[in-house]
């Protein structure tokens, strides 16, 4: 052997031997493992069996892989906010770790956010796939076999907002005012949040069973990262910095996009999808969970913002005015 190896052979010598472990039964491991392949390492023959469509409409499978890709996408989103929260880990040059930072700098929010908005930007540039993607009479047809799931009850894309902002900026912007400056705690603010008026009845005005089933299954977990996430959400990291730092002018624009990608843009490509696909010329066709998509999604009803302060008040006025004159009404 040369010494090179033997130098790498020595090192995880050490490795192990300060982990209590024997290298040579490591090394007998190896010996018997197989090799790593790309379709065992992806999982690839699983992944492609967690399509199960309900019906026989060939467009419905579409349907299902881009909601998978999109999950996909979000969980890639929380990673990236979850190093946000606990301030990344930074690896020596000896390979070891050393465990969490005390603080996280401009530099680093900066990067994070920014992956965050290209995951967001992928999900929006392919959303064609959805709104062009599938033949309308198909959709029509099928999503009656869907009742009452519905998008609305994506868990992953609510802790994303959770993660992002103060929980005070995702209750209903009708009664925010009523909790602004006060200490309620995260639990009369989720009484309160935005999401529950899209998720009425639009007849009764009553809770859905989409919302029903959505706070069953979801709802304390909700609240339990709310509360893990009051000092350590995106907005806190940010105050976290020195007051230099927050001036970073890169940082401010990964701020501003991830309220857009977030807030404008990923709710009213679903819009956009649903003036498609639901809405005829004598009335609108309710969304499979019954939800009042017509009031949920534009971004204008609800001023759901998370960093009102870095906005001007004439943006906030127009807040998804821009998007929906160009890509809904054509307006150039």
Aim: aromatic share 12%; charged share 25%; glycine share 4%.
């Amino acid at each position: 052997m040369d010494n090179t190896l033997i130098d790498k052979v020595k090192l995880l010598e050490d490795k192990y031997a300060q982990m209590g472990q024997d290298l040579h039964s490591y090394l007998d491991g190896l010996l018997l493992s197989n090799y790593l392949t790309y379709w065992d390492y992806i999982q690839v023959d699983t992944l492609l069996t967690l399509q199960n469509p309900k019906t026989d409409y060939p467009d419905e499978v579409i349907f299902i892989m881009y909601h998978q890709i999109t999950e996909l996408y979000f969980k890639l989103s929380l990673h990236e906010l979850n190093q946000i929260a606990n301030n990344g880990k930074e690896i020596l040059p000896n390979g070891k770790d050393n465990g969490w930072k005390e603080k996280i700098d401009a530099k680093f929010l900066t990067e994070r956010i920014t992956r965050v908005n290209r995951y967001f930007e992928s999900l929006t540039k392919s959303f064609e796939i959805m709104v062009d993607g599938m033949e309308k009479e198909q959709f029509l047809r099928y999503r009656m076999a869907l009742l009452p799931a519905s998008g609305f009850q994506s868990a992953q894309y609510r802790m994303i907002e959770i993660c992002s902002t103060d929980f005070i900026n995702l209750v209903d912007k009708d009664v925010r005012v009523n909790f602004e400056n006060k200490n309620a705690s995260i639990e009369e603010l989720f009484e309160n949040i935005y999401w529950n008026k899209g998720a009425t009845e639009i007849a009764t005005g009553k809770k859905t069973l989409t919302l029903k089933q959505f706070e069953n299954k979801y709802g304390q977990k909700f609240i339990d990262l709310a509360n893990e996430y009051k000092t350590k959400n995106v907005w806190q990291k940010y105050l976290s910095l020195t007051k230099e730092e927050q001036e970073h002018q890169p940082l401010i624009n990964a701020l501003k996009q991830l309220d857009v990608n977030v807030n404008i843009n990923w709710p009213l490509m679903h819009y956009k999808s649903a003036v498609r696909y639901l809405q005829q010329n004598t009335q609108d066709i309710a969304a499979t969970g019954g939800t009042n998509w017509q009031k949920y999604l534009p971004p204008r009803f609800q001023k759901r913002i998370f960093y009102p302060t870095i906005w001007t008040e004439e943006e906030k006025a127009d807040w998804g005015k821009g998007w929906v004159e160009t890509n809904v009404f054509k307006v150039h």
